[in-house]
């Protein structure tokens, strides 16, 4: 994907949106200017009327005459060279002076009415008086209409707009600058974040601390939970790495050792013996390796949206049948306690291996005649799943390491996990991690009766 310039990006928007707003400013701005005009022009027409009103009188006849003050007419002319007309008229609507063509605006007596209009081919605008003049027996009603043409009137609004043009202009200009500077100012915390994640080295997988304002404060954590993974997967990289150096040293020395034995064997007993012997170290190391691809599977499925309901029950009765022949072969007692279904969230290979790990190891290190049994306990709150026997168990320190294991300590190291007898082996390990794949409750106990060992897997954390 092309990258693209985020100050460029935000320097365009603020200014289309200042030119966006500077143009409705216009628009605004013109329209006020008109009405301003025609506010300023319609007070002079009104006075100029007013004026002629003053001048009408009676004359000997009884009829109205009139002298014009052309002082109220040069008040119209003053401003731009418009053009004046005006019209005087008696009762009735008869004429008395002026421009007899001129369109006179009805009105009432004692107010005004203004109008736009043509008139000798230019636009005009009117004012239209009507007053009553008394020749003591009766009153009588006169109009004066008086009209300029709108050359004042326009040249006025375009002048306001000029000017206010010019003003939103130096206006938007320094809108420009302090956007442009606001924006540079407000991006410097992702380049000292950028600048701070550059300067790392490529082991620092820790959190970034960085002074960033509020609003990167999500991009600064979404860094921070992504670096968290990231060590989380090379941590277990590492563990994996060292498990497998570790337990795949000590039965392929094994190897190396019964084949040079075999080479400088001299009758075929100590041949087939040494042979025997590198067999079961080939075994045992292909065990080794089984378990720790299920670690690596493990990780690399350690996410919660991989799990889907099991019926943990099922799996466990297809574990035990796998796994009867060898209890046989030990002459231990395996047995299982259960019924119904019990569903939990869980991965189905990952949930068998966990179970065959545990019963695995009761098998292998209870003793000849002991009894094991599997139970799982379909709870109102969620299942419990439990392997016990009845062998000699771990001892106080063994206990209290994988108490803190339980607690969600990391991994164990391979010297714990491959430690000494009686049920530390890598497959505990393995049903640790797995345990805590599914968010569930790993415990190591005595029962009841005091010998033995109890492992508890208890799902009802995990159901919450």
């Known amino acids: 994907m092309t990258p693209y310039s985020l100050r460029r990006r935000l320097l365009v928007w603020l200014l289309l949106a200042t030119a966006a707003l500077g143009l409705l400013a216009l628009i605004d701005t013109w329209n006020e200017a008109l009405r301003t005009a025609q506010g300023v022009s319609d007070r002079v ?16 006849s009884g009829g109205l005459e009139v002298d014009i003050p052309f002082s109220s007419l040069e008040m119209l002319t003053s401003t731009a060279q418009d053009k004046v007309f005006y019209r005087v008229d008696g009762p009735a609507g008869s004429f008395l002076t002026g421009y007899s063509d001129l369109a006179t605006v009805p009105t009432s007596p004692g107010s ?12 005009i605008r009117s004012a239209t008086v009507m007053r009553e003049i008394s020749t003591g027996a009766a009153s009588i009603p006169f109009s004066v209409t008086v009209a300029e043409s709108t050359r004042a009137r326009s040249a006025l609004a375009r002048t306001i707009l000029i000017r206010s043009t010019l003003r939103l202009g130096v206006l938007g200009l320094g809108v420009a600058v302090l956007v442009w500077v606001a924006v540079t100012v407000a991006l410097r915390p992702l380049k ?68 040079a034995l075999i080479d400088r064997s001299t009758s075929p007993e100590e041949a087939a013996a040494a042979s025997e012997k590198a067999k079961s170290a080939l075994e045992r190391a292909e065990r080794v390796l089984s378990q720790l691809l299920v670690l690596a599977r493990v990780d690399a499925s350690a996410s919660a949206a991989l799990l889907t309901p099991v019926d943990l029950i099922q799996i466990a009765k297809e574990v035990i049948s796998d796994l009867v022949p060898d209890a046989l072969a030990q ?84 010297q714990i996990a491959s430690g000494p007898t009686h049920g530390m082996g890598l497959g505990l390990a393995v049903a640790f991690e797995i345990a805590r794949l599914f968010q569930a409750d790993f415990r190591l106990d005595r029962p009841e009766s005091g010998s033995g060992l109890l492992a508890t897997i208890d799902f009802r954390h995990a159901a919450e």
């Open 331 to 414: 002459d231990i007692d395996l047995g299982f306690e259960g019924a119904g279904t019990a569903e939990v969230a869980a991965d189905p290979i990952l949930l068998a291996e966990l179970l065959r790990n545990l019963v695995s190891n009761a098998v292998s290190y209870a003793g000849r005649g002991a009894i094991v049994t599997v139970r799982v306990r379909a709870l109102s709150d969620g299942p419990v799943l439990e392997v016990e026997d009845n062998g000699p168990g771990l001892s106080d320190a063994q206990m209290l390491t994988t108490a803190a294991l339980g607690r969600g300590a990391p991994r164990p190291s391979p």
């Open 45 to 60: 027409l009104f006075g100029s009327a007013l004026a002629i009103a003053e001048r009408v009188s009676i004359d000997e």
């Open 192 to 259: 000292r974040l950028g600048g701070a994640i550059a300067d790392r080295s490529p082991d620092d997988l820790h959190s970034v601390t960085a002074d960033t304002p509020e609003e990167v404060e999500p991009l600064v954590q979404a860094i921070n939970q992504f670096m968290a993974r990231l060590r989380t997967a090379v941590d277990a990289l590492r563990n994996f790495t060292g498990n497998a150096s570790h337990q795949l040293r000590t039965p392929l020395a094994v190897v190396r050792t019964q084949l």
């Open 112 to 123: 005004v009415a203004f109008a736009d209009g043509s008139y000798q081919g230019v636009s």
